[in-house]
Protein backbone atom coordinates (compact mmCIF):
# COMPACT_ATOMS: atom_id res chain seq x y z
CA UNK A 1 0.00 0.00 0.00
CA UNK A 2 1.49 3.32 -1.03
CA UNK A 3 -0.11 6.88 -0.84
CA UNK A 4 0.32 9.41 -3.47
CA UNK A 5 3.59 8.05 -4.41
CA UNK A 6 3.29 7.32 -7.35
CA UNK A 7 1.96 10.98 -8.24
CA UNK A 8 4.53 12.92 -6.39
CA UNK A 9 7.44 12.18 -9.07
CA UNK A 10 8.24 15.00 -11.05
CA UNK A 11 12.32 14.67 -10.90
CA UNK A 12 13.99 14.98 -14.07
CA UNK A 13 14.68 11.41 -13.55
CA UNK A 14 11.20 10.43 -14.00
CA UNK A 15 10.23 9.08 -17.56
CA UNK A 16 8.45 12.23 -19.55
CA UNK A 17 5.42 10.84 -19.68
CA UNK A 18 5.55 10.93 -15.53
CA UNK A 19 7.37 14.81 -15.51
CA UNK A 20 4.33 16.21 -17.53
CA UNK A 21 1.55 14.10 -15.75
CA UNK A 22 -1.06 17.11 -15.46
CA UNK A 23 -2.22 17.96 -12.09
CA UNK A 24 -5.52 19.62 -13.11
CA UNK A 25 -8.53 19.08 -15.22
CA UNK A 26 -8.01 21.97 -16.89
CA UNK A 27 -4.29 20.49 -18.38
CA UNK A 28 -6.20 17.38 -19.41
CA UNK A 29 -5.99 16.42 -23.19
CA UNK A 30 -8.77 14.99 -24.51
CA UNK A 31 -11.51 12.39 -23.59
CA UNK A 32 -14.16 15.16 -23.68
CA UNK A 33 -17.29 13.30 -23.88
CA UNK A 34 -16.50 12.88 -20.85
CA UNK A 35 -14.39 16.26 -19.06
CA UNK A 36 -15.94 19.00 -21.43
CA UNK A 37 -17.27 21.75 -19.99
CA UNK A 38 -20.82 19.99 -18.53
CA UNK A 39 -19.77 16.41 -18.49
CA UNK A 40 -21.02 14.11 -15.64
CA UNK A 41 -17.73 13.09 -14.75
CA UNK A 42 -16.16 16.16 -14.44
CA UNK A 43 -18.83 17.62 -12.27
CA UNK A 44 -18.75 15.02 -10.15
CA UNK A 45 -14.69 15.60 -10.09
CA UNK A 46 -15.48 19.18 -9.36
CA UNK A 47 -17.81 18.81 -6.62
CA UNK A 48 -15.78 16.13 -5.43
CA UNK A 49 -18.64 14.11 -5.29
CA UNK A 50 -17.42 11.01 -6.99
CA UNK A 51 -18.93 7.64 -6.40
CA UNK A 52 -17.33 4.10 -7.07
CA UNK A 53 -16.47 3.85 -10.57
CA UNK A 54 -13.92 2.03 -13.17
CA UNK A 55 -12.16 3.68 -15.98
CA UNK A 56 -12.12 1.66 -18.54
CA UNK A 57 -10.04 2.44 -21.73
CA UNK A 58 -6.81 1.50 -23.97
CA UNK A 59 -3.03 2.05 -22.48
CA UNK A 60 -1.94 6.13 -22.62
CA UNK A 61 -5.21 7.22 -22.44
CA UNK A 62 -5.64 8.82 -18.83
CA UNK A 63 -6.90 6.65 -16.54
CA UNK A 64 -4.14 7.11 -13.90
CA UNK A 65 -4.05 10.75 -14.53
CA UNK A 66 -7.48 10.85 -13.90
CA UNK A 67 -7.07 9.07 -10.25
CA UNK A 68 -4.25 11.70 -9.73
CA UNK A 69 -6.24 14.35 -10.36
CA UNK A 70 -9.31 13.52 -8.64
CA UNK A 71 -6.45 12.50 -5.50
CA UNK A 72 -5.52 16.40 -5.73
CA UNK A 73 -9.03 17.63 -5.25
CA UNK A 74 -11.06 15.24 -3.11
CA UNK A 75 -11.29 15.93 1.09
CA UNK A 76 -10.80 12.05 1.58
CA UNK A 77 -8.00 9.94 2.13
CA UNK A 78 -6.64 8.60 -0.79
CA UNK A 79 -5.10 5.49 -1.23
CA UNK A 80 -3.23 4.05 -4.36
CA UNK A 81 -3.10 0.31 -4.44
CA UNK A 82 -1.44 -1.73 -7.16
CA UNK A 83 -3.18 -4.95 -8.46
CA UNK A 84 0.18 -6.17 -9.45
CA UNK A 85 1.80 -5.90 -6.32
CA UNK A 86 -0.88 -6.15 -3.67
CA UNK A 87 -2.84 -9.55 -2.26
CA UNK A 88 -5.62 -10.49 0.22
CA UNK A 89 -3.57 -9.59 3.55
CA UNK A 90 -3.11 -5.89 1.59
CA UNK A 91 -6.71 -5.77 0.91
CA UNK A 92 -7.33 -6.71 4.29
CA UNK A 93 -5.23 -3.88 5.91
CA UNK A 94 -6.56 -1.35 3.74
CA UNK A 95 -10.10 -2.32 4.42
CA UNK A 96 -9.46 -2.16 8.26
CA UNK A 97 -8.35 1.31 7.74
CA UNK A 98 -10.72 2.48 5.52
CA UNK A 99 -13.33 0.97 8.20
CA UNK A 100 -11.79 2.98 10.83
CA UNK A 101 -11.87 6.37 9.44
CA UNK A 102 -15.20 5.76 8.36
CA UNK A 103 -16.27 5.93 11.87
CA UNK A 104 -14.32 8.96 12.71
CA UNK A 105 -15.97 10.30 9.55
CA UNK A 106 -13.62 10.48 7.24
CA UNK A 107 -14.27 9.23 3.38
CA UNK A 108 -11.57 6.57 1.74
CA UNK A 109 -10.95 6.59 -1.64
CA UNK A 110 -9.15 3.54 -3.04
CA UNK A 111 -7.53 3.49 -6.32
CA UNK A 112 -6.64 0.20 -7.59
CA UNK A 113 -4.46 0.56 -11.02
CA UNK A 114 -5.42 -3.15 -13.38
CA UNK A 115 -8.00 -3.93 -11.43
CA UNK A 116 -8.55 -7.11 -13.92
CA UNK A 117 -5.66 -8.46 -12.36
CA UNK A 118 -7.26 -9.21 -9.07
CA UNK A 119 -8.84 -12.72 -9.12
CA UNK A 120 -12.66 -13.01 -8.00
CA UNK A 121 -11.63 -13.83 -4.23
CA UNK A 122 -9.73 -10.59 -3.92
CA UNK A 123 -12.51 -8.46 -5.83
CA UNK A 124 -15.13 -9.93 -3.45
CA UNK A 125 -13.26 -8.48 -0.74
CA UNK A 126 -14.06 -4.99 -1.72
CA UNK A 127 -17.40 -6.02 -2.21
CA UNK A 128 -18.87 -5.30 1.38
CA UNK A 129 -16.79 -2.29 1.96
CA UNK A 130 -18.07 -0.66 -1.46
CA UNK A 131 -22.10 -1.91 -0.09
CA UNK A 132 -21.37 -0.12 3.02
CA UNK A 133 -19.60 3.20 1.72
CA UNK A 134 -16.47 2.33 3.61
CA UNK A 135 -14.55 3.12 0.84
CA UNK A 136 -15.05 4.98 -2.56
CA UNK A 137 -13.55 2.68 -5.29
CA UNK A 138 -12.02 3.93 -8.51
CA UNK A 139 -11.02 1.35 -10.59
CA UNK A 140 -8.65 1.15 -14.00
CA UNK A 141 -8.48 -1.14 -16.34
CA UNK A 142 -7.72 -2.11 -20.04
CA UNK A 143 -9.93 -4.95 -20.17
CA UNK A 144 -13.71 -5.17 -20.87
CA UNK A 145 -15.43 -5.35 -17.53
CA UNK A 146 -17.90 -7.02 -18.11
CA UNK A 147 -15.43 -10.32 -18.58
CA UNK A 148 -12.88 -9.39 -16.04
CA UNK A 149 -14.69 -8.07 -13.57
CA UNK A 150 -17.41 -9.80 -10.53
CA UNK A 151 -20.57 -8.85 -11.25
CA UNK A 152 -21.51 -7.71 -7.73
CA UNK A 153 -18.99 -5.39 -7.60
CA UNK A 154 -18.99 -4.26 -11.17
CA UNK A 155 -23.24 -3.33 -10.61
CA UNK A 156 -22.14 -1.01 -7.22
CA UNK A 157 -20.24 1.01 -10.10
CA UNK A 158 -20.47 3.56 -12.98
CA UNK A 159 -18.20 2.47 -15.96
CA UNK A 160 -16.49 5.37 -17.88
CA UNK A 161 -15.15 4.54 -21.15
CA UNK A 162 -11.77 6.34 -21.84
CA UNK A 163 -11.34 6.44 -25.86
CA UNK A 164 -7.82 6.34 -27.71
CA UNK A 165 -6.00 10.45 -28.26
CA UNK A 166 -6.96 11.44 -31.43
CA UNK A 167 -3.88 12.50 -33.74
CA UNK A 168 -4.75 16.43 -32.83
CA UNK A 169 -4.67 15.84 -29.06
CA UNK A 170 -1.08 13.66 -29.32
CA UNK A 171 0.25 16.35 -31.11
CA UNK A 172 -1.10 19.05 -28.74
CA UNK A 173 0.80 17.08 -25.34
CA UNK A 174 4.05 16.65 -27.98
CA UNK A 175 4.17 20.38 -28.55
CA UNK A 176 3.44 21.37 -24.77
CA UNK A 177 6.38 18.92 -23.79
CA UNK A 178 8.60 20.79 -25.89
CA UNK A 179 7.98 23.88 -23.87
CA UNK A 180 6.86 22.82 -20.47
CA UNK A 181 9.66 23.67 -18.30
CA UNK A 182 9.29 19.60 -16.66
CA UNK A 183 9.52 18.51 -20.09
CA UNK A 184 12.25 20.38 -23.14
CA UNK A 185 11.45 24.17 -22.47
CA UNK A 186 14.60 25.79 -22.88
CA UNK A 187 16.66 23.17 -24.51
CA UNK A 188 15.75 24.38 -28.24
CA UNK A 189 14.32 21.58 -29.67
CA UNK A 190 14.39 21.69 -33.39
CA UNK A 191 11.80 19.14 -34.27
CA UNK A 192 9.01 19.52 -37.63
CA UNK A 193 4.99 19.49 -37.75
CA UNK A 194 5.42 16.44 -40.15
CA UNK A 195 8.21 14.32 -37.11
CA UNK A 196 5.48 15.40 -34.29
CA UNK A 197 2.58 14.31 -36.51
CA UNK A 198 4.48 10.77 -36.68
CA UNK A 199 5.08 10.19 -33.64
CA UNK A 200 1.18 11.07 -32.97
CA UNK A 201 0.26 8.34 -35.79
CA UNK A 202 2.77 6.07 -34.10
CA UNK A 203 1.76 5.98 -31.07
CA UNK A 204 -1.89 4.88 -32.28
CA UNK A 205 -3.77 6.96 -29.45
CA UNK A 206 -1.77 6.34 -26.18
CA UNK A 207 -0.37 9.27 -24.64
CA UNK A 208 2.35 7.83 -22.78
CA UNK A 209 3.84 5.91 -26.20
CA UNK A 210 4.02 9.39 -27.95
CA UNK A 211 5.78 10.89 -25.01
CA UNK A 212 8.03 8.05 -24.43
CA UNK A 213 9.20 8.29 -28.75
CA UNK A 214 9.42 11.86 -28.45
CA UNK A 215 11.84 11.47 -25.54
CA UNK A 216 13.62 9.07 -27.29
CA UNK A 217 13.74 10.71 -30.37
CA UNK A 218 15.30 14.63 -28.70
CA UNK A 219 17.49 12.29 -26.77
CA UNK A 220 18.77 10.75 -29.88
CA UNK A 221 18.93 13.72 -31.57
CA UNK A 222 21.49 15.76 -33.08
CA UNK A 223 23.17 18.55 -30.64
CA UNK A 224 25.08 21.48 -31.71
CA UNK A 225 25.32 24.78 -30.02
CA UNK A 226 21.99 26.23 -31.05
CA UNK A 227 19.97 23.37 -29.54
CA UNK A 228 18.88 19.37 -30.48
CA UNK A 229 17.72 18.79 -33.81
CA UNK A 230 15.83 15.45 -34.56
CA UNK A 231 17.46 14.01 -37.06
CA UNK A 232 15.27 12.23 -39.93
CA UNK A 233 17.73 8.92 -39.25
CA UNK A 234 17.12 9.31 -36.14
CA UNK A 235 12.85 9.02 -35.96
CA UNK A 236 12.79 6.48 -38.64
CA UNK A 237 14.89 4.30 -35.49
CA UNK A 238 11.98 5.54 -33.01
CA UNK A 239 9.25 4.58 -35.25
CA UNK A 240 10.24 1.50 -37.20
CA UNK A 241 7.88 -0.40 -35.68
CA UNK A 242 4.31 0.72 -35.21
CA UNK A 243 2.81 0.07 -31.37
CA UNK A 244 -0.07 -1.68 -31.88
CA UNK A 245 -3.33 -2.41 -28.99
CA UNK A 246 -3.51 -6.35 -29.07
CA UNK A 247 -3.76 -8.98 -26.75
CA UNK A 248 -3.95 -12.23 -27.67
CA UNK A 249 -5.94 -13.47 -24.69
CA UNK A 250 -8.44 -10.45 -24.28
CA UNK A 251 -11.39 -8.67 -25.68
CA UNK A 252 -9.05 -7.09 -28.67
CA UNK A 253 -8.33 -10.38 -29.61
CA UNK A 254 -11.78 -11.90 -29.98
CA UNK A 255 -12.64 -8.10 -31.65
CA UNK A 256 -10.14 -8.46 -34.40
CA UNK A 257 -10.86 -12.49 -35.50
CA UNK A 258 -15.02 -10.76 -35.41
CA UNK A 259 -14.11 -8.09 -37.72
CA UNK A 260 -11.48 -10.33 -40.18
CA UNK A 261 -14.92 -12.85 -40.15
CA UNK A 262 -17.34 -10.65 -40.63
CA UNK A 263 -15.31 -8.93 -43.18
CA UNK A 264 -14.95 -12.22 -45.40
CA UNK A 265 -18.69 -12.89 -45.13
CA UNK A 266 -19.49 -9.69 -46.27
CA UNK A 267 -17.15 -10.32 -49.39
CA UNK A 268 -15.26 -7.72 -48.55
CA UNK A 269 -11.50 -8.89 -49.55
CA UNK A 270 -9.60 -5.36 -48.70
CA UNK A 271 -11.02 -4.83 -44.80
CA UNK A 272 -10.60 -8.77 -44.13
CA UNK A 273 -6.57 -8.28 -45.41
CA UNK A 274 -6.55 -5.52 -43.05
CA UNK A 275 -7.84 -6.86 -40.05
CA UNK A 276 -5.85 -9.94 -40.35
CA UNK A 277 -2.56 -8.00 -40.96
CA UNK A 278 -3.07 -6.39 -37.91
CA UNK A 279 -3.52 -9.74 -36.18
CA UNK A 280 -0.01 -10.32 -37.45
CA UNK A 281 1.17 -7.06 -36.51
CA UNK A 282 0.01 -7.49 -32.91
CA UNK A 283 1.87 -10.73 -32.57
CA UNK A 284 -0.73 -13.20 -33.23
CA UNK A 285 -0.33 -17.12 -33.86
CA UNK A 286 -0.84 -17.18 -37.57
CA UNK A 287 -1.84 -20.99 -37.15
CA UNK A 288 -4.52 -19.42 -35.21
CA UNK A 289 -5.73 -17.41 -37.84
CA UNK A 290 -5.81 -20.53 -40.42
CA UNK A 291 -7.55 -22.60 -38.03
CA UNK A 292 -10.40 -19.57 -38.49
CA UNK A 293 -10.53 -19.49 -42.00
CA UNK A 294 -11.06 -23.24 -42.06
CA UNK A 295 -14.32 -22.90 -39.91
CA UNK A 296 -14.77 -19.92 -42.04
CA UNK A 297 -14.76 -22.48 -45.07
CA UNK A 298 -17.71 -24.84 -44.32
CA UNK A 299 -19.32 -22.04 -41.88
CA UNK A 300 -19.65 -19.13 -44.60
CA UNK A 301 -19.23 -20.94 -47.79
CA UNK A 302 -19.54 -24.54 -47.66
CA UNK A 303 -21.37 -26.39 -50.60
CA UNK A 304 -21.37 -22.91 -52.76
CA UNK A 305 -17.61 -24.02 -53.59
CA UNK A 306 -16.29 -26.82 -51.78
CA UNK A 307 -12.58 -25.61 -53.03
CA UNK A 308 -12.78 -22.87 -50.46
CA UNK A 309 -11.99 -25.90 -47.38
CA UNK A 310 -9.29 -27.15 -49.54
CA UNK A 311 -7.61 -24.08 -49.43
CA UNK A 312 -8.20 -23.29 -45.95
CA UNK A 313 -6.19 -25.98 -45.28
CA UNK A 314 -3.21 -25.98 -47.68
CA UNK A 315 -3.25 -22.06 -46.06
CA UNK A 316 -2.89 -24.02 -42.53
CA UNK A 317 -0.49 -26.22 -44.17
CA UNK A 318 1.70 -23.30 -45.78
CA UNK A 319 1.35 -21.53 -42.35
CA UNK A 320 2.50 -24.86 -40.51
CA UNK A 321 5.78 -25.66 -43.35
CA UNK A 322 6.87 -21.63 -43.00
CA UNK A 323 5.73 -19.88 -40.32
CA UNK A 324 6.27 -15.93 -40.17
CA UNK A 325 6.73 -13.76 -41.59
CA UNK A 326 7.07 -16.20 -45.13
CA UNK A 327 3.30 -17.01 -44.41
CA UNK A 328 1.34 -13.63 -45.20
CA UNK A 329 1.16 -14.04 -48.10
CA UNK A 330 -0.59 -17.56 -47.76
CA UNK A 331 -3.33 -16.20 -45.38
CA UNK A 332 -3.45 -13.30 -47.54
CA UNK A 333 -4.17 -15.68 -50.61
CA UNK A 334 -7.02 -17.83 -48.22
CA UNK A 335 -8.58 -14.89 -46.89
CA UNK A 336 -9.11 -13.34 -50.22
CA UNK A 337 -10.41 -16.26 -51.67
CA UNK A 338 -12.58 -16.95 -48.80
CA UNK A 339 -14.15 -13.33 -49.26
CA UNK A 340 -14.29 -13.76 -53.01
CA UNK A 341 -16.74 -16.81 -53.20
CA UNK A 342 -20.07 -17.20 -52.89
CA UNK A 343 -21.58 -17.53 -49.55
CA UNK A 344 -23.80 -20.14 -48.06
CA UNK A 345 -24.32 -21.10 -44.39
CA UNK A 346 -26.44 -24.04 -45.52
CA UNK A 347 -24.35 -26.31 -43.73
CA UNK A 348 -23.93 -24.37 -40.95
CA UNK A 349 -27.59 -24.18 -40.43
CA UNK A 350 -28.22 -28.00 -40.76
CA UNK A 351 -25.91 -28.56 -38.23
CA UNK A 352 -26.89 -26.17 -35.78
CA UNK A 353 -30.58 -27.49 -36.15
CA UNK A 354 -29.41 -31.11 -36.05
CA UNK A 355 -27.88 -30.35 -32.42
CA UNK A 356 -30.95 -29.09 -31.57
CA UNK A 357 -32.63 -32.03 -31.76
CA UNK A 358 -30.13 -34.51 -30.75
CA UNK A 359 -30.26 -32.23 -27.22
CA UNK A 360 -33.43 -31.93 -26.85
CA UNK A 361 -35.29 -35.01 -28.25
CA UNK A 362 -35.39 -38.32 -27.38
CA UNK A 363 -31.94 -40.64 -28.55
CA UNK A 364 -33.91 -43.08 -30.85
CA UNK A 365 -33.02 -46.68 -31.63
CA UNK A 366 -31.77 -47.09 -35.05
CA UNK A 367 -33.81 -48.57 -37.44
CA UNK A 368 -33.67 -52.15 -37.83
CA UNK A 369 -33.09 -51.86 -41.61
CA UNK A 370 -29.71 -49.53 -40.42
CA UNK A 371 -28.23 -52.14 -38.51
CA UNK A 372 -25.20 -54.64 -38.85
CA UNK A 373 -26.51 -58.42 -38.24
CA UNK A 374 -23.01 -60.05 -37.50
CA UNK A 375 -24.17 -62.76 -35.36
CA UNK A 376 -26.94 -65.48 -35.74
CA UNK A 377 -28.69 -64.15 -32.70
CA UNK A 378 -28.97 -60.41 -34.79
CA UNK A 379 -30.39 -62.13 -37.69
CA UNK A 380 -32.96 -63.41 -35.76
CA UNK A 381 -33.66 -60.37 -34.04
CA UNK A 382 -34.49 -58.93 -37.47
CA UNK A 383 -31.51 -56.62 -37.53
CA UNK A 384 -30.53 -55.47 -40.93
CA UNK A 385 -33.50 -56.91 -42.09
CA UNK A 386 -35.37 -54.16 -45.01
CA UNK A 387 -31.93 -53.00 -46.00
CA UNK A 388 -31.38 -51.96 -49.43
CA UNK A 389 -27.70 -52.08 -50.98
CA UNK A 390 -28.23 -48.36 -53.04
CA UNK A 391 -25.90 -49.86 -55.53
CA UNK A 392 -28.07 -52.57 -56.95
CA UNK A 393 -30.59 -50.38 -57.97
CA UNK A 394 -30.33 -48.60 -61.13
CA UNK A 395 -31.46 -44.93 -59.70
CA UNK A 396 -28.71 -45.88 -56.86
CA UNK A 397 -31.78 -44.87 -55.36
CA UNK A 398 -33.93 -46.40 -52.26
CA UNK A 399 -37.18 -45.51 -50.61
CA UNK A 400 -35.36 -47.32 -47.59
CA UNK A 401 -36.04 -44.81 -44.69
CA UNK A 402 -32.86 -43.82 -42.49
CA UNK A 403 -34.52 -41.46 -39.84
CA UNK A 404 -36.04 -42.43 -36.75
CA UNK A 405 -39.93 -42.96 -37.12
CA UNK A 406 -40.04 -39.38 -35.11
CA UNK A 407 -38.26 -37.55 -37.24
CA UNK A 408 -38.61 -39.52 -40.44
CA UNK A 409 -39.91 -36.37 -42.73
CA UNK A 410 -37.15 -33.71 -40.80
CA UNK A 411 -34.97 -31.68 -42.85
CA UNK A 412 -31.91 -30.06 -41.98
CA UNK A 413 -30.15 -28.97 -44.88
CA UNK A 414 -31.75 -26.85 -47.38
CA UNK A 415 -29.19 -25.75 -50.26
CA UNK A 416 -28.92 -22.10 -51.64
CA UNK A 417 -29.24 -21.09 -55.14
CA UNK A 418 -25.22 -19.68 -54.36
CA UNK A 419 -22.05 -20.77 -56.45
CA UNK A 420 -22.25 -24.48 -56.77
CA UNK A 421 -24.87 -24.93 -54.45
CA UNK A 422 -27.50 -24.67 -56.76
CA UNK A 423 -26.57 -27.45 -58.88
CA UNK A 424 -26.44 -29.79 -55.43
CA UNK A 425 -29.86 -27.89 -54.69
CA UNK A 426 -31.24 -28.93 -57.87
CA UNK A 427 -29.82 -32.76 -57.35
CA UNK A 428 -31.38 -32.86 -53.97
CA UNK A 429 -35.32 -31.95 -55.35
CA UNK A 430 -34.42 -34.24 -57.88
CA UNK A 431 -33.83 -37.21 -55.61
CA UNK A 432 -36.50 -36.37 -52.84
CA UNK A 433 -39.14 -35.86 -55.98
CA UNK A 434 -37.84 -39.37 -56.80
CA UNK A 435 -38.21 -40.77 -53.38
CA UNK A 436 -42.09 -39.13 -52.88
CA UNK A 437 -43.28 -41.00 -55.90
CA UNK A 438 -41.63 -44.30 -55.34
CA UNK A 439 -42.83 -44.07 -51.58
CA UNK A 440 -46.47 -43.75 -53.24
CA UNK A 441 -45.97 -46.73 -55.75
Sequence with gaps: MEQMTLFDDRGQTAPLASRLRPERLEDFVGQEHLLGRGKMLRQLIERDQISSMIFWGPPGVGKTTLASIIAGRTKADFINFSAVTSGIKEIKDVMSHAETSRRMGIRTVLFVDEIHRFNKAQQDAFLPYVEKGSIT??????????????????????????????????????????????????????????????????????????????????????????????????????????????????????NLISALHKSMRNSDPDAAIYWMCRMLEGGENPLYIARRLIRFASEDVGMADSNALQVAVAAYQACHFLGMPECDVHLTHAVTYLAMA???????????????????????????????????????????????????????????????????????????????????????????QWKREHSEE
Aim: proline share 4%; net charge negative; glycine share 6%.
Design 137 to 254: LIGATTENPSFEINAALLSRCKVFVLKALEEKDLVKLLEHALVNPAGFGGQNVRITEEQLTAIAVFANGDARTALNTLEMAVLNGEITAEGITVTREGMEQCISRKSLLYDKTGEEHY
Design 342 to 432: PKSNALYAACEHCKEDVKNKRAEPVPLQLRNAPTKLMKELDYGQGYVYAHDTQEKLSTMQCMPDSLKDRRYYHPTEQGEEKIVKARLESVL
